[in-house]
């Protein structure tokens, strides 16, 4: 049952600390999403990757955020340097990104709190 | 400004009734429209997807349909369980390119 993977899964770490959260997608899949999720703003697009070239980063704060895709089966979020209000479950999603499928497939998220 | 509405408000209903969620939209023109499941604790999980040419998609106990004129979807499920207790989210496509907004979700509470 193929999955998307997620690590780590909880993460705490105190303001200004480097974090980096990496994502496996599923294999087959070109498209790689980044969310967030917090009470207040609910799911929020970051940023995404087709075929490992970044399509769109406008939901990131570009100062202290950074998506890359070393490779077609690892996608990372580096947040540099973090703050409070960073603190929410950041997921990844993986998709064929053909017109005959255009569902997107969640990981378990990474639950960040920054104190 | 783009808008994605969703009932706010949690929804209980009885084991066995229909259950009929709302996602109402402001100043998009959708290609697509989703609709995904998401449990505590757990990345939500894809469900329906409707294309902005059709009125009505089924899946088993889920319907959904799509007016483009009322710049609305709904989205039901008959014969509802508690097992169908969870949130559900509706997302909008409007290039057809994946990057889609998502509404705040509705919390369905379906009571035994």
């Known amino acids: 049952d193929a999955r998307v993977t997620q690590t780590p899964r909880h993460k705490v770490t105190e303001m200004g600390q480097e974090v980096t959260m990496r994502c496996q997608p599923i294999l087959g899949h070109n498209t790689v999403f980044w969310y967030r999720q917090t009470m207040m703003q609910g799911l929020e697009l970051l940023a995404y990757f087709r075929n490992r070239a970044p399509l769109d980063d406008s939901g990131m704060p570009k100062d202290r955020f950074s998506a890359e895709m070393p490779d077609a089966t690892l996608a990372t979020l580096k947040i540099q340097p973090s703050e409070p209000r960073d603190s929410a479950v950041y997921f990844c999603a993986s998709g064929r990104g053909d017109v005959s499928s255009y569902e997107q497939y969640f990981g378990p998220g990474t639950r960040l709190t920054v104190t | 400004s783009q808008k994605i509405e969703q009932n706010s408000e949690a929804l209980n209903i009885q084991e066995g009734k229909t259950a009929t969620l709302t996602c109402n939209y402001t100043?998009?023109?959708?290609?697509?429209l989703q609709w995904y499941r998401q449990d505590p604790g757990r990345g939500p999980v894809f469900l329906l997807l409707?294309?902005?040419?059709?009125k009505e998609k089924r899946k088993e106990r889920l319907k959904v349909t799509f007016d483009t004129t009322l710049k609305q979807s709904l989205f039901h499920i008959t014969a509802s369980q508690p097992a169908d207790s969870a949130t559900y989210l509706c997302?909008?496509?409007?290039?057809?390119?994946?990057?889609?907004?998502f509404g705040t979700g509705t919390k369905l509470q379906v009571i035994p």
């Open positions: 997302a909008l496509d409007p290039g057809g390119y994946q990057k889609v907004t």
């Open positions: 409707i294309r902005e040419n059709e």
């Open positions: 100043n998009y023109s959708p290609a697509y």
